[in-house]
Every structure is written in C-alpha cells, then in structure tokens.
C-alpha cells in the first residue's frame, strides 16, 4: 500500500481511499459475521488488514510534510506517537465494552465508524496535490524493490528497522504474557491493569519527548527507549506485588512510547521525500509480523511460564538496542 501511496498525485485522496476501505471490510464484517461461512469472512479481513499499514505507518509519513525540519517536526512526531498510543489504550477497551454490552457485530461496526472518519479528516489535511505530490513510478514492482533497498541502504533506517522488529517480537507477546502473569498471582483480571499501565505510559512517554528540547538525539532516544522498555519488563517479571508490576509496565510503556516516537523521527529525517510513504509503510508492516511473531510464540506458555517469557521479552528488547548501537556503527 505503501508504494501505490507513492505512485498516486492525490496523496490526500489515496489515504483517504485505503481507510474507506478498511472501514468498510470492517463494518462488512459485522455485518457478515455468524451470518456467512468462515471463509468469506477471513477474505474480507485480508482485504481489510492489507490497509492496515497504511494506519499503523503510512499516515505518519504525512507529518513529515505537516511540519518544518527541526524542532517543530520532532514535537510533532512525539505527538503523533502519543496520539498512537492513547488510541491502542481507548480503541480495545471502547470496542471490548461494546461488545460486552451489545454485541460483537456492533463493536466492529463502531470501529468501521472510526475508519470512515478518518477517511474524512484525512481528506482535509492541507496538503498539496499536483505540485510537490508524488509522482508516478516506473512500475509497482520496482517501486516497491526500491522502498525496500532504500531502508536497507541507509545505515540510520537499516538501524532503528532491525532494532524495531526484534523489539517487537517480544513486546507483541504481552497480551498473552500479562494475562498469564496476572493468573499466575491468583488476579486474573489484573492482566488488563497491567496492559492499561503499559498504554498509558507509553502516552506519558510520548508527550514527555514533546516537550523536551531537540538538544536530545532521536539515535540516543532510541536506546533509551529500548532499555526502558526491557528494565520494565524485566522489574515486572522479577517483583511480587501487582501494584509494584503495573507500576513496571508503565515505565516499560514509557519507553516504548519514546521507542516509536524516535523511530518515526528517524524515518522522516533519513528517508528521501518520494520513498516516505513505502519506509514507514514497509517499518509498520514488519513491525506488525514481528508482533504477530511474538503473539504466536507466547501463544504456547502455561501460567507458570509466565515470568520466564517476560525476562525473554526483556532480553530482545536489550538484545534489541546492542544490534541497534552495532548496525549505527557497522
């Protein structure tokens, strides 16, 4: 999605397109589910999920030419990233509320709503067509190709991708992990405490890199982040109380708020202008499998592996920043 973005003069309208369309398989989803084979309804959120990107990175690339280079395109890439995690902290919770209270069905068709309104507001940002667009590419294939040598290429985006990806391997096995976690202490409803302390602080983290002054490298930020994040998560696998454990979580979402943050930083500053689109669609799409990797991995812990996952999730994450210092260098 992210190379059909580049190859369009009407980036406000390409955007726009590609949430309708995510809005409308879901939305299509609720309406279908139970009702139609199981089938048809996966292909439907293929469809869906193939827009997926294009909400997780692609819209970020847009801040880049939202805002001036500097200190002003840093503070906006900070709240973008908080604005990222707020809406991962009220979206589940909102939708999971729903569909207790009504149903499944209507809990999908409020995320469609979602969707399509962002599809409006996208339309409306202050972004030029025709001059200073997008222009066409030489083909979809090549275009793509090129997007993916452009992240290999550049030292700084080959960096914060390999660092991003093995980082997200383990914090994509929290949401099993925690709940694990909580059974393991006899507080089974816990888990969603210590999901909800890792969102909101990774808001905190986020609003707090906005407004400090650009004298910090977004490179060092990364690192932090990254540190932040394991020493988090590691303090929550180690201490006995679940207070002392939510209170982990937040410092580990602290850091994983400066984590994105920086690496959307990072990916405005080294990317050339008609490559954007496809290097953070491309960094949000493999983040999202890393995730999806970890997810699957975590999938196969017991109760009382609980604590062991999550000093392996700490141990990526730290394992995460030595590659990220190594590939700056190498």
């Not at 339309?123 to 294939?141: E, K």
Request: with cysteine; net charge positive; glycine share 14%.
């Amino acid at each position: 999605m992210g190379t059909s973005a580049t190859r369009v003069r009407r980036v406000r309208l390409a955007f726009a397109v590609l949430l309708t369309v995510l809005g409308a398989a879901t939305g299509l989803m609720g309406g279908v589910l139970g009702r139609v084979e199981l089938p048809l309804v996966l292909a439907v959120a293929v469809v869906g999920g193939c827009c997926g990107p294009v909400v997780s990175g692609g819209l970020s690339s847009l801040v880049a030419r939202l805002s001036a280079p500097g200190a002003d395109r840093g503070r906006a890439y900070a709240r973008d990233a908080a604005v990222y995690n707020l809406a991962s902290l009220a979206g589940p919770a909102l939708a999971g509320a729903t569909a207790v209270a009504l149903s499944p069905a209507v809990a999908l068709l409020g995320l469609a709503s979602a969707a399509l309104v962002a599809a409006a507001l996208t339309a409306s940002l202050p972004l030029a067509d025709g001059t200073g667009a997008y222009s066409p590419g030489t083909g979809f294939w090549r275009d793509l190709a090129a997007g993916v040598r452009t992240v290999w290429r550049v030292r700084e985006l080959r960096a914060v991708t390999a660092a991003g990806c093995l980082a997200f391997v383990g914090i994509g096995a929290l949401t099993t992990t925690t709940v694990l976690l909580a059974e393991s202490r006899g507080q089974a409803g816990a888990g969603g405490i210590f999901l909800t302390a890792f969102a909101a602080g990774g808001v905190a983290g986020a609003f707090a890199l906005g407004r400090v002054r650009p004298a910090i490298r977004s490179s060092s930020v990364v690192v932090a982040g990254l540190l932040a994040t394991g020493t988090g998560l590691a303090a929550a696998a180690l201490v006995t109380s679940s207070p002392a454990a939510a209170g982990s979580f937040l410092l580990a979402g602290a850091g994983d708020g400066l984590l994105l943050a920086a690496t959307l930083r990072l990916r405005a500053d080294h990317s050339p202008e008609r490559r954007r689109p496809q290097v953070f669609t491309i960094g949000a799409g493999l983040k999202i499998s890393a995730a999806a990797l970890g997810a699957g991995i975590a999938a196969t812990a017991e109760v009382a592996d609980a604590r062991l996952y999550l000093l392996g999730a700490a141990l990526l994450l730290l394992c995460a920043a030595l590659s990220y210092v190594a590939l700056r260098r190498g």
